[in-house]
């Protein structure tokens, strides 16, 4: 993905921030499954190091994570979605980011959780993706991604009545895996759900896949000192 692509992205999530969390931020209330997977997540990871919110938006799942016990900071390309997480959740560190090259050490973090993070990446970026959270992930660590699933590619030029101009992606779970796999990572169990309603969310089909880097865990010293 070039350096134009994703000053887009950028752009496009800075002029919704706000819009953004109105809706989005309590959305895991209404959401049974994925409160199931992000406590068996914390509860996997608990006090075994840092965990990284992945393309954190205004901050939803760092603060459920941070709710359940977990070590959490957020981690987003746009810099008004960073402000706007501060503000909602000013216990948890956010920084900006870019997932293709993460500005931090190897062996860093004992988990990511990265829900709906690849939305706006193609697939030829999704190789570089993985193998950045392979980097940086102790031996052990776990990573829970969630995306919509799908083979469409599908383009918009407003949200919420706001200009915006980049491709949303869905992606079909067998391929995922393999793009896992290939960065190095072992695939523990993928789940898969219907949408919940229309009010709740888009109308698509969601995936979650934990996978593990190979190794026993090795706690290493907070990425938040």
């Given amino acids: 993905m070039d350096d134009d692509a994703t000053q887009s992205i950028r752009e496009s999530y800075?002029?919704?921030a706000n819009e953004y969390a109105l809706r989005i931020f309590n959305e895991l209330q209404h959401k049974p499954l994925d409160r199931e997977l992000l406590?068996?997540?914390?509860?996997?990871i608990a006090g075994r190091g840092t965990v990284c919110d992945m393309g954190c938006g205004p901050g939803q799942v760092a603060r459920y994570l941070r709710d359940a016990g977990t070590t959490v900071f957020g981690l987003d390309l746009?810099?008004?979605m960073i402000e706007t997480a501060r503000r909602l959740n000013p216990d948890i560190s956010f920084r900006e980011g870019n997932m293709m090259t993460l500005d931090l050490d190897d062996r860093t973090l004992?988990?990511?959780?990265?829900?709906?993070?690849?939305?706006n990446i193609p697939k030829e970026?999704?190789?570089?993706?993985?193998?950045?959270?392979?980097?940086?992930?102790?031996?052990g660590?776990?990573?829970?991604?969630?995306?919509?699933?799908?083979?469409?590619?599908?383009?918009?030029?407003?949200?919420w009545g706001r200009p915006i101009s980049m491709d949303f992606f869905l992606?079909?779970?067998?391929a995922i895996r393999r793009y896992i796999e290939a960065a190095g990572l072992g695939i523990e169990e993928t789940v898969e759900r219907g949408p919940y309603a229309p009010?709740?969310?888009?109308?698509?089909?969601?995936?979650?896949?934990?996978?593990?880097?190979?190794?026993?865990?090795?706690?290493?010293?907070?990425?938040?000192q």
């Fill in 14 to 16: 800075d002029r919704v």
């Fill in 78 to 80: 746009s810099p008004q």
């Fill in 141 to 159: 660590g776990l990573l829970l991604l969630a995306f919509h699933t799908g083979d469409e590619v599908v383009q918009e030029k407003e949200l």
């Fill in 110 to 119: 004992a988990g990511i959780a990265a829900f709906y993070a690849i939305v």
């Fill in 199 to 224: 009010e709740v969310e888009y109308q698509s089909r969601r995936a979650y896949i934990f996978a593990r880097k190979p190794g026993p865990y090795h706690k290493g010293s907070s990425v938040l």
């Fill in 171 to 174: 992606f079909r779970p067998s």
């Fill in 125 to 139: 970026s999704l190789p570089l993706v993985f193998r950045e959270m392979e980097r940086v992930l102790q031996p």
């Fill in 39 to 44: 406590n068996r997540f914390a509860n996997e």
